[in-house]
């Protein structure tokens, strides 16, 4: 199976700060790659698909880049309403998989 | 509105199986994929399987092969997943999550229902 890391478990920001959340997969996996939001309450929300394809009602502070077996998140002008743990998931070979996730707390 | 509703808290004891549900609404619901994962308290997420609720046809994650069991009831909308032998590593949150059109994504997700094993 592709192992995606995530090596920043938590982060710590202020609002209003220009965040970035990384994965990093095994293997290549050709942009194949999508970002999940969980809210504390569990609520699981897609945000982007296909490394940078924004999800329908998702805010555009929202960004996603990366190629090969690197990729990342961005969240310009952090809100209240981003704290959340973010995941990312490949889905370039069965079965998929999803890295360990990023907590993202507010300073 | 898309929505998936998903069946309450199950409290079941070791060896015993368990059924859950995700009622489908808002959408056809035999025109997309409904993919079923795991989340271990305090864990990451782990990809279950998928099933195609036109045809039944269903792929499973081989970590999860013989514990669960994916089907559909057209009639009412409704996916379920139903866990074998339970143990204590069953213990999770189980989500249901839409297949999206853009492959490989789960576009609509479940509130997701807690199973606890315990004797």
């Known amino acids: 199976d592709i192992q995606m890391t995530q090596t920043t478990s938590s982060l710590s920001a202020s609002l209003g700060d220009r965040v970035t959340i990384s994965c990093s997969a095994s293997?290549?996996?050709?942009?194949?790659l999508n970002w999940y939001q969980q809210k504390p309450d569990g609520t699981v929300k897609l945000l982007i698909y296909?490394?940078?394809s924004l999800h329908s009602g998702v805010p555009s502070r929202f960004s996603g880049s990366g190629s090969g077996t690197d990729y990342s998140l961005t969240i310009s002008n952090l809100e209240p309403e981003d704290i959340a743990t973010y995941y990312c998931?490949?889905?370039?070979?069965?079965?998929?998989?999803f890295g360990g996730g990023t907590k993202l707390e507010i300073k | 509105e898309v929505q998936l509703q998903q069946s309450g808290p199950e409290l079941v004891k070791p060896g015993a199986s368990v059924k859950i549900s995700c009622k489908a609404s808002?959408?056809?619901?035999?025109?997309?994929?409904m993919n079923w994962v795991k989340q271990s308290h305090g864990k990451s997420l782990e990809w279950i399987g998928r099933?195609?609720?036109?045809?039944?046809?269903?792929f499973y994650n081989q970590k999860f092969k013989g514990k669960a069991t994916l089907t559909v009831d057209k009639s009412s909308s409704t996916a379920h997943m139903e866990l074998l032998s339970l143990t204590s590593e069953d213990s999770a949150v189980y989500y249901c999550?839409?297949?999206?059109?853009?492959?490989?994504?789960?576009?609509?997700w479940g509130q997701g229902t807690s199973v606890t094993v315990s004797s």
């Open positions: 296909y490394t940078s």
């Open positions: 293997q290549g996996i050709s942009n194949y």
């Open positions: 099933i195609n609720p036109y045809n039944g046809d269903t």
């Open positions: 999550g839409r297949g999206a059109r853009a492959p490989g994504a789960m576009d609509y």
């Open positions: 998931q490949q889905y370039s070979k069965l079965p998929w998989t």
């Open positions: 808002g959408y056809s619901f035999t025109g997309y994929f």
